[in-house]
């Protein structure tokens, strides 16, 4: 079964712990947290406290994606606030493979993350280390973007990489993901869905998870 991550970006802030209760009603299985710096993206949005007022309110798993530069630098202010799994981007960070492990020994499941334009080879050598990889299937940035269609190729051949290599690494896709694309999605090879836009501003969150699930 496809995991459910609702985006927070485009929750309601001003009754975010009513958003997440509804969330975790509704039957997401984790939450996804975007952390942008103004700087890797063009846009800014929540640090290591958020992360730990969110950790209070909910018992989901926290989807933690650092679209920042130098994300080493952040990762135990990170940990410390209650992620369970952290995404960094293959673009942004410069020693991938030690920020990679510090997270593998913090317990933490680690992810990275591709741009549009980034190609799936350069996730060879470090996919096998890795608990989660994200398909970015628009610029990342801001919420409510077009899906890039040719994002479905590229999710298809990850995922006969993945097999090819005979791991267990999940591919989440992050970006423009709604009922109308998601059973494609699926196919292709997508174990998580994030839905920021989709979910958020549909009348019912519950049939929103179900009507993707359902195909």
């Given at each position: 079964m496809?995991?459910?991550?609702?985006?927070?970006?485009?929750a309601n802030f001003l009754q975010l712990k009513a958003e997440l209760i509804a969330s975790q009603d509704a039957g997401a299985n984790m939450l996804h947290i975007d952390v942008m710096d103004g700087n890797f993206v063009?846009?800014?949005?929540?640090?290591?406290f958020v992360v730990q007022q969110i950790r209070r309110a909910t018992v989901l798993p926290l989807d933690v994606h650092l679209m920042i530069e130098s994300p080493h630098r952040y990762l135990m202010d990170f940990i410390r606030a209650g992620s369970d799994t952290i995404t960094v981007h293959v673009e942004a960070d410069r020693h991938l493979h030690k920020t990679v492990?510090?997270?593998?020994e913090t317990l933490c499941k680690a992810g990275v993350a591709i741009n549009p334009s980034t190609p799936i080879e350069s996730l060879l050598e470090i996919l096998p280390l890795i608990d989660v990889v994200v398909v970015m299937s628009v610029n990342p940035g801001f919420g409510g973007q077009e899906f890039i269609p040719q994002s479905i190729d590229k999710i298809r051949r990850l995922k006969k990489l993945i097999d090819h290599?005979?791991?267990?690494t999940v591919i989440e896709v992050?970006?423009?993901?709604?009922?109308?694309?998601a059973a494609e999605l699926i196919q292709a090879g997508a174990g998580i869905l994030v839905m920021g836009s989709a979910f958020y501003k549909s009348e019912d969150y519950k049939e929103t998870i179900r009507t993707v699930r359902s195909g």
């Open positions: 496809v995991l459910i991550a609702p985006s927070i970006l485009s063009p846009n800014i949005t929540v640090g290591p492990t510090l997270l593998k290599l005979a791991l267990k992050d970006g423009g993901v709604g009922p109308k694309n």
